[in-house]
């Protein structure tokens, strides 16, 4: 089914959520509503789910990828929800109404956080509302848990994109801002928490006689995000280009990191966590990574430092499903370093029994610090200044 298969290449692309909910399941709903789908994106930036299957999206994310550390963690207690009707549901049947619901008991729905977060009752409107559609407004149910959203002419491939505010109870153990990734996909918080119970999200389409409600759990994350909350990141690292093609799956916490922070002029440096695969599937399946493969404007300014094999090179690595934890390859990605400042990119690219993978990286080649490194609390200075000396 078209839909299907294009909500799973944009999850290949994106690795966000994307949650498809496909078909009515009534005989005399089935008439009517034929064709009937929707599908979400959940992610930090508005801006990136915007441009998914546009020619720009690859620089969107690069750029909208190179954020302060802090600032993201402000993102992910804020995400954005994409809300796209599939094009092949009927002419004349339009999405009334979108309810997700935190399953999870210490967090609920806010209304913002501080006053700049401009917050219409519960949600935040963006720019990117296709034409046609409005936002009629939002409520919150009295456990301030489900949220629903109402709408007009969200019809047939047309989309919107809204934030939510996830809020926790007053406790002084919880983390003030949390990530949406525990909020709603139920990430433990630490390896000795299992996961918890992931959001439901609930459709409800119209034809202006009849409706029909569709009701689908998010996708459960089940280990400890890499960043996140007060785990920050470090400065100098770039969080997440999420890619998760089909049975493989890069990591196991935030799928990839390959993009870089800035760097100085004249700088190497190397990822701490780069590139990583995991054949997902069961137990007994196996997955060759034969080699890789730098392509790319930059392609000769990256390289590997943990292997030996040179581009093209037998890498004889084969990963068995089951265990995708401890079967996982690591590619740790150093950028060479540029005489000038500006931004280079390069596709790291590893050819497997299960096709290309492709991973996009970039370093941000700068003369001086940008002013968002004002922004940085003490611990985050410090963390930059450590890292100065060892140079
Ligand atoms: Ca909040």
């Given at each position: ?7 799973r290449?944009?999850?290949?692309l ?10 009515p399941?009534l ?18 930036s508005?801006?990136?789910?915007n ?7 690859n ?19 804020v ?20 309810s ?9 729905f806010?209304?913002?956080?501080v ?35 109402n ?43 299992p996961?918890?119970?992931?959001a ?13 409600s569709?009701?689908?759990?998010l ?22 280009i ?5 049975g ?12 870089f922070?800035?760097?100085?002029v004249?700088?190497m ?71 000038s ?28 610090p ?12 410090g ?9």
């Amino acid at each position: 089914m078209k839909t299907l298969h294009e909500t799973r290449l944009l999850r290949r692309l994106i690795g966000l959520i994307a949650v498809i909910c496909c078909g009515p399941a009534l005989d005399a709903e089935a008439e009517i509503l034929a064709g009937t789908a929707f599908s979400i994106d959940i992610g930090s930036s508005a801006r990136v789910l915007n441009a998914i299957g546009t020619p720009q999206y690859n620089d969107i994310l690069m750029s909208e990828s190179c954020d302060n550390p802090h600032l993201r963690v402000r993102k992910n207690n804020v995400p954005a929800i994409k809300v796209s009707v599939a094009d092949t549901t009927t002419a004349g049947v339009q999405l009334t109404s979108f309810s997700l619901a935190i399953n999870s008991d210490p967090y609920f729905f806010g209304t913002g956080d501080v006053a700049t977060d401009s917050f219409t009752d519960f949600i935040r409107k963006t720019t990117y509302i296709d034409a046609g559609v409005t936002i009629l407004g939002s409520t919150l149910s009295p456990d301030l848990q489900t949220l629903t959203v109402n709408f007009d002419g969200l019809t047939a491939g047309k989309s919107v994109i809204f934030n939510v505010d996830l809020d926790v109870v007053d406790d002084p153990s919880m983390f003030l801002f949390p990530d949406y990734r525990v909020v709603l996909n139920g990430a433990p918080v630490s390896a000795f928490d299992p996961p918890t119970a992931p959001a439901t999200i609930s459709g409800t389409f119209s034809d202006g006689l009849m409706e029909l409600s569709q009701s689908k759990d998010l996708d459960q994350q089940t280990t400890v995000p890499a960043y996140f909350n007060e785990h920050l990141r470090p400065y100098h690292t770039m969080d997440t280009i999420p890619v998760v093609p089909e049975g493989l799956e890069p990591g196991m916490n935030d799928p990839v990191k390959i993009n870089f922070e800035e760097v100085a002029v004249n700088e190497m440096t190397m990822l701490l966590q780069a590139a990583k695969i995991a054949n997902t599937g069961d137990t007994g399946t196996l997955v060759d990574v034969y080699s890789y493969m730098f392509t790319g404007a930059d392609a000769g300014l990256f390289k590997i430092k943990n292997r030996t094999e040179a581009p093209g090179e037998d890498l004889g690595i084969q990963l068995e499903g089951g265990s995708p934890t401890d079967m996982m390859a690591t590619f740790d990605l150093t950028f060479m370093g540029a005489g000038s400042p500006g931004m280079y990119s390069a596709n790291f690219v590893l050819k497997t029994s299960k096709g290309d993978m492709e991973f996009p990286m970039m370093a941000m080649v700068r003369e001086v610090p940008e002013p968002s490194t004002a922004l940085l609390t003490l611990a985050g200075v410090g963390v930059a200044a450590a890292w100065r000396r060892r140079r």
